[in-house]
């Protein structure tokens, strides 16, 4: 069974996450989405049962999808579960060359192969902090949340 991990904070799980992972499931029979534990404490950061239940939902009728918390490294995490790959999400050159480093450093602790997937252009600038920044200020942040999508038959 081929494996793959996408890992993040999610706070909040975005239209961009969303793209990445619905463009990454077809690369595996599984996807886990590990959601940081509540051991990293950013301000009114929701706790992890708060965001996993969130991604859950989004995604409860996708069986080849599982929402889990993680705590530590990702490369740890992908060995608990199983997985050969971590799927990152990439908006622009600054984060390829971030995440080129640590897949570069991924693969080195464990030979954990990362999967970088360009941003969707409409989703480029999207982020969580975007979101979270617009919320703040009153702004109707739902367009840069995923609505659950219905089943083809």
Request: charged content about 25%.
């Amino acid at each position: 069974m081929k494996t793959g991990i996408f890992v993040g904070s999610f706070n909040p799980f975005t239209i961009g996450h969303d793209s990445i992972v619905r463009r990454a499931l077809p690369l595996f029979d599984r996807l886990v989405i590990g959601v940081v534990g509540d051991q990293v404490h950013k301000p009114d950061m929701p706790s992890a049962e708060v965001r996993i239940k969130a991604i859950t939902d989004l995604y409860k009728d996708e069986p080849s999808i599982e929402v889990k918390p993680y705590y530590g490294l990702a490369v740890d995490f992908a060995k608990a579960e199983g997985a050969h790959f971590i799927v990152k999400g990439v908006r622009s050159v600054k984060d390829f060359e971030y995440e080129r480093d640590q897949a570069d450093t991924n693969r080195m602790l464990s030979g954990v192969e990362t999967i970088l997937i360009c941003a969707e252009p409409q989703y480029s600038t999207v982020s969580s902090t975007l979101v979270r920044e617009l919320e703040h200020f009153g702004v109707d942040v739902s367009p840069f949340l995923p609505k659950k999508k219905n089943k083809q038959p």
